[in-house]
């Protein structure tokens, strides 16, 4: 086959390597037509990888109900983990999950503001799933804000299951409690799940064991809230037994006064971790560009400073007696949460129906005007849902 260019002025050599190009084009169609269906053509081949990848994001089926899976203790936490693989096993939900990227059980209902979050994709084997730097109401809050996931709203958000009690006054410090309560507030059901984790039990397999103990309560919450029987204005705070397997059942109880004492205890500066250890490189970095651009702003008032005042810092950790007023003192402190002893109570408070062996069951709703009225309808719903699981 030939191909003439008429009537151009452009060099020989050009015209003769733009023939070439043509020639070789056309044989390449016609190469291509002839093996249109050899399965191992290129083109086919080619083909064959794009409706792979089609198929690897086509869009969760719709008919199943969505639940939303977070937590307190970040996205790697075999709770969430065991969690997220069970009902994926079922089957009967469209799991999606978005959790801290790291450990904030203790964040409270705090909020990220004037900061960056950033939200990364995660693999968990089938789920939709992102973690989130920020905190457990930052990520149930974005994820029912519609930037993140293509639906408009779960049917369910699911906090847990946490190591660790959240009954009595801790329900103001935990993170997945407050993770629950930010689903309540943007009008969405939501279960708090929470292990009562102790050192000498055997960690793994009793959250499995936890889990399965869940399962019920959390089948039963996603049909009743599509046939409109689910109790409104409140979340289920549930928490699980030492030993999930030998529970006596589910019991309705309410929010005690209990917590878990707090013990500031002073530490030396060489033992303090640096505040780089707990920060990404990137943050760290625009912490010290800020600081620097501070400095340089207040030079001349802090050269001035300085000579008329000697920084102290005290790395003893006794308390500190009275200073010298041009003399800074600078120490260190930790906090840490020690274990109660359960007292003798009332039966129907949380804690310790908990230590009593039971699945406590506690309705917490944004008003305590109607605590009485919530009370009485999750004790009915209980009965009705889990039967005689239930006390």
């Known amino acids: 086959m030939t191909t003439s260019v008429k009537n151009n002025f452009l060099p020989p050599s050009l015209i003769s390597n733009l023939q070439q190009v043509l020639i070789s084009r056309n044989d390449a169609v016609e190469h291509q037509s002839t093996n249109s269906f050899d399965s191992n053509s290129p083109a086919l081949s080619s083909i064959s990888r794009n409706a792979e990848t089609n198929a690897a994001n086509v869009e969760p089926d719709c008919s199943k109900p969505v639940v939303l899976i977070t937590n307190g203790e970040g996205i790697d936490s075999p709770g969430l983990t065991f969690l997220v693989q069970a009902l994926l096993a079922d089957g009967r939900f469209n799991i999606n999950v978005c959790a801290p990227q790291s450990d904030k059980s203790v964040a409270g209902h705090s909020v990220t503001v004037r900061e960056t979050v950033t939200v990364c994709s995660v693999e968990m084997g089938g789920a939709t799933a992102f973690e989130v730097s ?5 990520c149930v809050s974005l994820a029912l804000s519609g930037a993140l996931f293509s639906w408009s709203k779960p049917v369910l958000v699911i906090s847990g299951i ?3 009690s959240s009954c009595g006054r801790n329900m103001f410090y935990s993170g997945a409690v407050a993770a629950a309560r930010e689903a309540l ?6 279960l708090c799940l929470s292990f009562n984790w102790k050192k000498d039990v055997r960690f793994e397999n009793d959250l499995k064991d936890a889990v399965n103990v869940c399962l019920p309560l959390i089948f039963a919450a996603v049909r009743d809230i599509e046939n409109g029987n689910f109790p409104e204005s409140c979340l289920l705070n549930i928490e699980i037994p030492s030993c999930p397997q030998t529970n006596k059942g589910f019991k309705l109880s309410r929010q005690s006064f209990w917590r878990s004492p707090l013990s500031w205890k002073a530490v030396a500066a060489n033992r303090h971790p640096g505040a780089g250890q707990y920060l990404s490189n990137q943050q760290s970095l625009g912490i010290r560009l800020a600081q620097l651009s501070r400095d340089a702003s207040a030079a001349g008032a802090a050269r001035r400073l300085n000579l008329q005042r000697k920084n102290v810092e005290i790395e003893s950790v006794g308390v500190s007696g009275k200073l010298n007023g041009q003399q800074t003192v600078k120490k ?15 039966e129907d408070l949380d804690f310790k ?12 709703s ?21 039967g005689a699981r239930n006390q």
Not at 134 to 138: A, Q
Not at 332 to 346: C, G, I, N, P, S
Not at 366 to 386: C, F
């Open 162 to 164: 946490n190591s660790g």
């Open 332 to 346: 260190y402190f930790r906090l840490e949460l020690l274990e109660k002893e359960t007292e003798d109570a009332d």
């Open 366 to 386: 944004l008003s305590s005007t109607d605590q009485s009225k919530i009370e009485t309808l999750v004790s009915n719903w209980i009965k009705i849902a889990l």
């Open 134 to 138: 920020g905190t457990p109401v930052d």
């Open 353 to 364: 129906a908990l230590e009593d062996g039971y699945v406590a069951v506690t309705p917490l």
């Open 185 to 190: 507030i943007c009008c969405v059901p939501s």
